[in-house]
């Protein structure tokens, strides 16, 4: 694509996929349509950058459809003094994006490949206020700090308390959760020490993170 085309497809992405779906916010309007999508999409796939699919990255894993990331973060809404963690760097574009809603973003994947070509988009992107690390957190991510808002990109299959702990009081937590065909987005909110709330987002699919333990569902 030349860069007229890709700035209309860009656009396009903006009216045609993200408004219609209800993702109004402002600011995250603003970070989708500044960041070149196609700078993070493996180059096979630089004509699907803004297309309303999954884009293969490797290993099983996609880059979401634009309009889902549009809603994760809509409905997370990261601040300027909030710091962030993501599960799932994958093509680190859902990082750059959260980075620019937040103050520092802490961006975790179990594939060191995915991270390596992450860290080299991100710096193109001149994006600097995130750490990317290599690790498991199909359990969570025990770093001894509390996140005001988690991203986890890949599904669970059932709902587990591995992140809660991580969470800020009034902290946001955004889930994919069951099997396919179908799989529910929801939004997880700590509103006391040991107080949650549940919100229902919408249905869709991804990936599995790899890893994910099948238990009993919490109860919130």
């Known amino acids: ?5 890709l700035a209309d497809a860009r656009e396009n992405m903006i009216e045609q996929q993200l408004r219609t779906w209800e993702v109004l916010n402002g ?3 603003d970070a ?7 700078a993070f999409t493996p180059p096979q796939y630089a004509n ?25 973060l809509q409905a997370l809404d990261p601040q300027p003094n909030e710091r962030v963690l993501e599960v799932g760097t994958g093509s680190g574009y859902l990082t750059c994006c959260l980075a620019r809603l937040a103050s520092h973003v802490t961006s975790v994947d179990i594939y060191p490949d995915f991270t390596a070509r992450a860290e080299d988009s991100i710096r193109h992107a001149g994006v600097r206020n995130i750490r ?22 890949g599904s669970l299959p059932q709902l587990h308390q591995g992140f809660h702990r991580s969470l800020a009081e009034g902290g946001r937590l955004f889930l994919i959760l069951g099997q396919p065909p179908i799989m529910e987005a929801v939004l997880i ?3 006391g020490e040991d107080q ?19 238990t009993r569902e919490f109860s919130l």
């Open 48 to 72: 699907l950058a803004y297309a309303d699919m999954q884009v293969p990255l490797g290993h099983g894993e996609v880059m979401l459809e634009p309009k889902v990331e549009g809603r994760l």
């Open 189 to 191: 909110t700590r509103v």
């Open 196 to 214: 949650w709330s549940s919100e229902s987002l919408f249905d869709t699919t991804a990936p599995p993170l790899l890893g994910s333990p099948v």
């Open 132 to 153: 990317l690390e290599v690790g498991d957190a199909a359990l969570g991510w025990d770093d001894g700090r509390r996140y005001d808002v988690i991203a986890v990109t």
């Open 1 to 5: 694509m030349t860069d007229v085309n």
């Open 32 to 38: 989708l349509e500044k960041l070149p999508r196609e």
């Open 27 to 29: 600011r995250v309007l």
